[in-house]
């Protein structure tokens, strides 16, 4: 298979601060980068040598609200979007040699459409399977992988007969877009059906049983079209308000004995989807049936951040290394790390009105303490705008300086 060599360009489809990531780091290595997103003023596409932004040409299908990994309009509507959008997008595969995700919810037909001109990595047919939670479940389980029981649902009646099944309570989502608690209700008892079927306000979706976890877990992966297999170790997530939060290296001593089974699934997973790109795969741990998949990234994840100082090979860089078929990069950690979220709730005073500034300084007096911000100019609540990461001799020393550095900020 062939190397794509520096000076070559490269695609994004996606706009967002996983995108911005991986241009600084293509850029520094000599590629040139082009964005393909419908948002004017996106974070990646104020890093890239080209932004082709379709937003004033065709907003049909369009998602307006922001998701949360990339806050950006790209499309979220799988009926695919209009022939004049396919055209586009083809213009774009045809001036890049191969084309990469920093977004999940991108039509599978734009990938489809841009590998007669590029190469798509990850590929179509894995998008297709990350994109739908019954499939992706159904699609781990024949192939032998752990994952949380589950039973695909079209109604109200299905939940009730689902919850006959798999216990209560339930946990419903939909199969496509949902993310941070959107598009998921809590179901207790055949009571409480009706109205939490309603609250979906979809009629393709998913029940899970509900799990008592004890941990969530993540675990990057990597796959070059030679098909060599790399991972990163095992990351612990915890979450607020369905965001996560703080992640986590080394993971809690009670949580290493999953580091080789995590292992196994991730290398199994990028063999079994012959995954050509970096991807994530999300874990719950319960304590009575262990560890099973919770769900898969097809690009860069939030918790994957700290690998910026923590590891000889970023996740952004693992991500080029994969696509471009170019040695596998190595994993082996510097030193302990944790990563903060800082959402923007932070700009903002009890009260709602806008702080005017924040505490920058604390951050860059602090040794081992690392601020990113993604370009974002306005501050929402709930929106990703940047996260500080810490190294320190133990990962509990690295989640206390980088929790109180954030608290400090305000």
Known sequence: MEQINPGSWLGIFGGGQLGRMFTHVAQARGYHVAVFDAEPICPAGQAADRHLCPTNVDDQGRQQDEHPETDQALTSNHEQGTDHCLELVETFAQGCRAITLEFENVPAAWLKSAARYSLTRPGAEFLEVCQNRV?????????????????????????????????????????????????????????????????????????????????????????????????????????????????????????????????????????????????????????????????MAPRPHNSGHLTIEAFPTSQFEQQLRAICNLPLGRTDRYRPAAMVNLLGDLWFEPDGTRRPDLQWSKVFEANDAHLHLYGKAQPRVGRKMGHITCTAATAEEAVERAVRLRAALV
């Not at 979906?200 to 993540?218: C, K, M, P, Y």
């Open 135 to 295: 499939l992706e479940k159904s699609s781990l389980r024949s192939a032998g992988f752990p994952v949380t029981p589950f039973l695909p649902i079209q109604s109200a009646d299905d939940v009730i007969h689902a919850g006959s099944k798999l216990g209560w309570p339930l946990v419903i989502k939909t199969s496509r877009s949902g993310y941070d608690g959107k598009g998921q209700a809590v179901v207790r008892s055949p009571e409480g059906a009706s109205d939490a079927w309603a609250s979906l306000n979809t009629d393709d979706a998913i029940a899970e049983q509900r799990i008592d976890f004890v941990a969530e877990l993540s675990m990057l992966g990597a796959r070059n079209a030679e098909g060599h297999v790399i991972t990163y170790p095992l990351v612990e997530n915890s979450h607020a308000n369905h965001i996560l939060d703080i992640s986590r290296l080394p993971v809690s001593p009670s949580l290493l004995e999953y580091e080789q089974d995590a292992r196994e699934i991730v290398a199994g997973v990028a063999s079994h989807f012959k995954v050509e790109g970096l991807f994530c795969v999300e874990f719950f741990v319960d304590a009575r049936l262990g560890l099973m998949v919770n769900e």
